[in-house]
């Protein structure tokens, strides 16, 4: 067993890490074999170790992995930096001349595979360490080629924060490669106030808009939404949280809101949110008032998921939600039924977003996450199946076909795509790798794991 | 929702996150034995016992073998059962009295012989092949050769092809199969995959022998120069089925034409499957045009490699949806492709040869475009329908008596409708005409194939396009049609929607539920019958219409007297929640029923407010007055209010003065949150609501509507503020239940600088509405009773708000003494609508305060007066400091000055959309149908006589006013009074006719009537109407008439458990065959999850069902 050591001194600290931290001592003190030491249990900035949420920032080369460390194996999570620009050279040589660089083999069972060590891709020493069991990563744009990452942890809970400056992360102003997050972005408290209250328990989605200057937070099982005002400059802070925004389930009695995700506007966008206990989508603006209060949120109106499934159209347990590029469709994850459902959300002749279901088809059981790629005909939607280890891809034209299902690994979490790089990245929570597909309409090897980044963990 | 300040915290976080990663899931399902996963198709095959005649005369010595055999063999031993006569009489089949024995008949050529020592001939059954997508198999059912009446239950079973693994197994055929078909002869089933861009061919013999090995091939389709056409297939249909029965199957290929759609390929291709060499073909080019491929392109057709990442995919028609059919009943004999492409708004007829099965002409077929550029309608789906003989109503198919041949095609579109299309016109069909418009045609050819865009078929308000609309916009995945024959012998079926005689569609939608279409129905009538208006319901009996599943639509309220029937009154008609379901014509529940708020008027006088119109019931019980909308009210008023029964729905419908624009609750989505948030500003652009979400013009605001701000609720704390924020209350407010939101540390200090605005109604008038934005002016408070016309001074409106007391009063006015303390002038009020019609004053009874500190205003009106005057206004609302908006703002959008008329499910209908050409503003769609409106203002233009009352539209084909004001004969109960004393009289009431003022109203599914707008004052006694008064309202905002609409349309849907059906199949005997491709994960004990089901329905009774999972 190892320990899972404290993060450093709040200004307020809460009453249960505190208890935490005592039995942690206590049992150390018990335990001889607690031994190890900070840097023993310090993550490593070149592994990935249960990898949840994904993101690319295809401008800066990159994409951003986060570690949930759900083993508690380290004293924190991660957010790790993937080099894209790596990733495309050795996938290209792979691909048009069958190299194999060190540290690689070709897969013996998918011969189109390359199996790679991570530590190659790895920017080492751009990443930070946050708390643990890190769910996704929202990306909102500061301009400048700067990046702000805002990173849901489910341990803590606390919504993590780290700005990208072009060559490392950073949310500690000591400067440290791989730092820890200070308090100040490790978001806990309302107003970051620790008198106020503290957020609601299992943040789960994330969307963070760089328009609006604004990221909102659900939580799992409160079925509460968060704001976070994230202003280019300025204190990043909790600014406003809604509870009982969706009715628990009244078969299991079980609430929450799950996926979130914003239209794209160039003045701050319409937030759409899920829920896994309600069949019913809510949507949000944020209000920013005029004498420099913090923002706040502004529930707008709903619609129901009545367009799939049951014999009465009646779907709910929403979890992934994405936009398309010029977000015209809304693609929704549902699981009961599991369905990829897809909306109108182009603007009306009211001047509305239309939100009217036009499509949708059958998928696997319990999909976590979609990501869109592509734009007229080549969009194409990426859903991930934790349960039986694949990817579903999903053509959007005519009546919603199912293109492709493809073996990723053992518990694909999340899913990006870097659209002109032609690659999908999938990350496999419970093998420790991220799945590299290859999705250029011209290539034979289309649709196909090019590149599996790490060496799958044995059971 | 809340906003808290819950200071808790979850506790041992660490470990119960491992356990609870949001990967993971809690949901439980029973286990259950699944056979099958993800089918996506079903072809037919006939398996058994066969005579090796080749085709010659049966002989005791020929072979007897076990083979797969053409399909018209086991059709042929599905017939109905021969009689076995001993005796020689002449028997009725399947009456057992008269014929005790029966037995199935027997394809020519496979008779028993055994009587001449011949070898007996083991039974055939039917087989299907039910595709399954997920992992690549086909899975097998088997069902006997029998009449289709005579299935039952348990007849149709799966088969394992691998009894040596656990659980019903099917057969691997390929990487993502999309289409499964049986080959000409019925030896082989042919398998198109998208996964590999190839074929296969599954050998039945080996698929059903007893022997487990399987044959499955490989089928590359090549050019006939033998370049591999790599390009991944999205339907696949086959010539029909022939061949040879007594033949064996001794090919080891498939045999005969497939056609496949290879959209990225622009090209549908005939394949020879016995090599998989393309032999024809149709293509479309870059303009999409198609051309049936000539001899010279036939061999070198080639497309992108797309399963080998070859060749770039260049842009063009994308075909995906095919059908073939043959209709040997047409003469000649017609044998047609039709394809759909998912990018192009035209279908393509292809005419194929009748002996080779290949192209031999086509032509286009353009469907209506009515999606907005960039994007373009498209095809998912098509369905040939056999050539139908249109009309008859003698419950038995007419195909050779009728003299209307239609030969029509239906095509799902991508603006998930269906459309319809008459395949020898080449034209499509309009599916929405406006059945007003139809009321009076008997022409059984205009009716079967309505022209588009014609003035006699303009369509029913709110319709999309031709197409036709699933119920609830559900989105529509298949379709086919079917014949339903008539049962020989006495029909058992009850009379009503479940008994279907002629022609009908199945279609299936993602909501999962599967809809049943009228094609021809020749059990029921066609059109209106003159004399009898209820008779027919023609909205639904018309083609192209989806079925409804209401019995008894003619019902009337009568009573069997003496053996005569005799009409009743006392009746509300059939009871809608009955545990036997719904039955009978549109109708309310009860009378419309007032809601008025109190303090507004006293209960003697409700009667004098607005409301819908009676009319004369006379019966056998009693004689009364009852409400047009009532089962009891006469035929033709029933028949002229329910117009169109398609676009009714059972539902709610509440008439309020001032009332809500918006109706969602939380259980409903049907136009808006009836209490909205946005922010508010007050600066430099004016006084104004701002909301990124643009929701004002969906919502149908507009100019001088009013925004009731809605504050917060103290009583529930600052739960509906934002954190940071309390709820204030001003100590001075007399408004109960409203606070506002203010910062916590600002509130005390703004008390002061927001008093007007914290103890004001806080109403406002839009002064503009833009989709994102209202611009408000603060509102007047404005004399109910002010003149429809204006008032003329104001000692016309101190009298008129005396009478506006005295409403409230339940004295007679002979003996009372009302005074109205307040002070009214006569005035320009420019924050509402302008009065400036011809005779009307442009004025307004105003409430006015002065500086005089006794002057009081009504309570929730704030006095404004105008620097360096003494004189101003009470107000609804004032225009307050930022200061005091700067929280959230929860408001409603309501009415001014009209009755909102809204449904439950219909919600407020209007037409107004946002302007695009210069601004953001607001306005009436131009194109929007005169009878989407959802509100009845007081004072509406004159109706025109020269208009259709029905229609609405004039002799020039323009439409009159809706709603527009008339006379009516109103019916009602009238109090008697003995003197001028207004003592009452023996009786107390009597029941009297009147000429009515009325407003005539029409919407999508009804016409109404709302009698008495104003009302003229009483003289003496309450209620006796002979008041001088000219044009004066009484209504008050609140003021409500609610009725329960039922009898309502409500299509029939198959008892199916579908989660996501995708495709529809014929199957042999007229059977339905529905693929449920969806995955349903149960939360019940009793009903397994599903991945998927197969369905055969029983096309002459709906309820025989058989289900595979």
Known sequence: MQATLSPPVRSKRLPMSLARRFKMVGLCGLLTACTADADQVRPPDDQLFFPTGIVVAESQGVAFVANANSELRFDSGAISVLSLDTIDDVVARWITSGDIPTDCEQDPDHRETLICDEAQFFNQGAGVRIGNFATEIALQDLGSNMLRLVVPTRGDPSIAWADWDGGRLSCNPNGDPNALCDDAHRLSYVQNNADLSGIPDEPFGVYADSAGEFAVVTHLTSGAVTLIDSPKSGTVQVADVLTGVFAADPTNGLRGATGVVGLPRATGGIVYVGSRSEDRIQTFTVGKPVNAAPPYLLPGSWFFLDAVGGNTGSSNDTRGMAFSPDGGRLYLVNRRPPSVQIFDTTTGPTGSPQNRAIGATDICRQASTVA???????????????????????DPRGDVELEDIVLVGRGPYAVAAAATRNKVFVTNFLEDTIAVLDTSPTSSRRNRVVLRIGKARVL | ????????????????????????????????????????????????????????????????????????????????????????????????????????????????????????????????????????????????????????????????????????????????????????????????????????????????????????????????????????PAAMVAEPAAGVI???????????????????????????????????????????????????????????????????????VRPIALDLEEDPSAVPVTRRLLIGADNSPALTLVELDELTSLPDSLRPIPLENTVTAPALLGVTSVAIAPQIGMGGASGVINDQLSTTKFNFAYAITTDDTIRVVDLDGGRECDAQVDPRLLNDNRNVSE???????????????????????????????????????????????????????????????????????????????????????????????????????????????????????????????????????????????????????????????????????????????STKPVSELSLVAPDAIRDFEYPDLRALRDETWAMTWEGSLSTDRADSDVDGPAVRTSQIFVDGGGFRIVDQAAPFCAAGVEQYDIVQLRGCDPSVGDAECPLGYTCFVHPNSEVAGIGACMLENEAERLADACKDFLTSQRRYTVGRSASGELRLLPRKSVLRTTPLDGCTDNAQCEMLADYASELTSSAHPFNDTPADSRTWACRVDTERAPLNGPGQTGKRCL??????????????????????????????????????????????????????????????????????????????????????????????????????????????????????????????????????????????????????????????????????????????????????????????????????????????????????????????????????????????QTQPSTRGKVFRVEPQGLGQINILE
């Not at chain 2, 990225?264 to 073909?281: N, P």
């Not at chain 2, 006719?993 to 004052?1017: K, S």
């Open chain 2, 447 to 621: 009716l079967s194939c309505p022209m588009i865009g014609t003035p006699g078929t303009q369509r029913r308000p709110g319709a999309r396009g031709p197409g036709i609309e699933l119920f609830a916009d559900a989105i529509p995945t298949s379709i086919r049609i079917f014949r339903a024959p008539e049962l020989l012998g006495e029909d058992p079926r009850l009379t009503g929607p479940t008994k279907l005689i002629g022609y009908f569609g199945i279609i299936t939608a993602a909501t999962g539920a599967t809809f049943v279409l009228n094609v021809d129905d020749d059990d029921f009538a066609d059109f209106e019958t003159a004399g009898d208006p209820l008779e027919v319901q023609l909205p639904l009996v018309i083609a192209h219409q989806l079925r409804d599943a209401l019995p008894a639509r003619d019902l009337r309220a009568t009573t069997d007297v003496e053996g005569e029937t005799k009409r009743i009154c006392d009746t509300n008609g059939p009871d809608p929640d009955a545990q036997g379901g719904n039955f009978g014509g549109p109708r309310a529940t009860t009378s419309p029923t007032r809601n008025v708020p109190a303090g507004n008027v006293a209960a003697e006088k409700v009667q004098i407010l607005p409301g819908i119109r009676q009319v004369l019931c006379e019966g056998v019980d």
């Open chain 2, 847 to 1084: 409430e006015t305060c002065t500086t005089d500190p006794a002057s009081k205003c009504t309570t929730g009106r704030v006095c404004q007066i105008a620097a360096g005057q003494t004189e101003g206004y009470c107000m609804e609302g004032v225009t307050p400091p930022q200061a005091c908006v700067n929280a959230p703002q929860r408001y409603e959008l309501r009415a001014s000055e009209a009755f909102t008329v809204i449904g439950t499910r219909t919600g407020y209908v209007h037409s107004t959309i946002r302007d695009t050409t210069s601004t953001d503003k607001c306005t009436k769609d131009p194109a929007g149908h005169p009878f989407e409106v959802g509100r009845i203002g007081l004072n509406p233009p004159p109706c025109d006589p020269t208009a259709d009352p029905r229609t609405g539209r004039r002799p020039d084909g323009t439409f009159g006013p809706n709603p527009c004001s008339t006379t009516v004969e109103q019916t009602e109960i009238q109090p008697a009074y003995a003197n001028d004393q207004c003592v009452e009289a023996s009786p107390a009431t009597t029941t009297a006719m009147r000429q009515a003022p009325a407003i005539t109203f029409h919407n999508r599914g009804m016409a109404l009537t709302l009698v008495d707008p104003t009302y003229p004052g009483d003289a003496r006694c309450i209620r006796d109407r002979m008041g001088t008064l000219a044009k004066v309202p009484v209504v008050f905002p609140g003021y409500q008439l609610s009725w329960r609409q039922t009898g309502g349309f409500a299509p029939l849907i198959l008892p199916l458990t579908a989660a996501y059906p995708v495709k529809v199949v014929r199957g042999p005997t007229g059977s339905i065959w529905v693929i449920d491709e969806g995955d349903y994960i149960s939360t019940s």
């Open chain 1, 372 to 394: 869109v790629s592509g734009t007229g005909d080549a969009e194409r939607a990426y859903v991930t199946c934790f349960q039986d280890g694949l990817l579903y891809v999903i």
């Open chain 2, 1 to 232: 929702m809340n906003r808290v300040f819950d200071l808790s915290r979850g506790l041992a976080v660490a470990l119960a996150a491992v356990t609870a990663i949001s990967c993971g899931d809690t949901t439980s399902t029973p286990p259950s034995q699944l056979n099958l996963d993800r089918p996506v198709d079903v072809a037919f095959a006939c398996y058994g016992g066969l005579r090796v005649t080749n085709g010659g005369p049966p002989t005791p010595t020929q072979d007897i073998i076990t083979t797969a055999q053409p399909y018209g063999a086991c059709d042929a031993r599905s017939g109905p059962r021969v009689c076995v006569d001993p005796d020689g009489a002449d028997d009725i089949p399947g009456n057992a009295d008269d014929c005790p024995v029966t037995e199935a008949p027997v394809p020519t050529g496979q008779e028993s012989l055994t009587a001449m020592d011949g070898a007996p001939i083991p039974a055939a059954a039917w087989y299907g092949f039910i595709l399954q997508s997920a992992p690549g198999t086909v899975a097998i059912a088997r069902f006997p050769t029998k009449p289709s009446v005579a299935f039952t239950g348990g007849d149709v079973a799966m088969l394992d092809s691998d009894p040596l693994t656990p659980g019903k197994n099917g057969i691997s055929v390929g990487e993502d199969p999309v289409a499964i078909v049986a080959d000409k002869v019925g030896c082989w089933q042919v398998i198109a995959n998208a996964g590999s861009c190839d074929l296969s061919g599954l050998d039945v013999n080996s698929a059903l022998d007893n022997d487990p090995s399987v044959r499955v091939i490989r089928i590359a389709v090549q050019n006939a120069n033998g370049q591999v056409v790599d390009a991944r």
């Open chain 2, 246 to 316: 007594g033949a064996t199957c001794s090919a080891d290929h498939p045999t005969g034409i497939v056609y496949v759609a290879y959209p990225s390929c622009h090209l549908v291709a005939a394949v020879d499957t016995a090599s998989g060499t393309i032999v024809g073909g149709v293509r479309y080019d870059l303009a999409g045009v198609a051309s049936v491929l000539t001899a010279a392109e036939i061999p070198s057709v080639s497309c992108p490699a797309e399963c080998d990442g070859g060749g770039a995919i260049a842009g063009g």
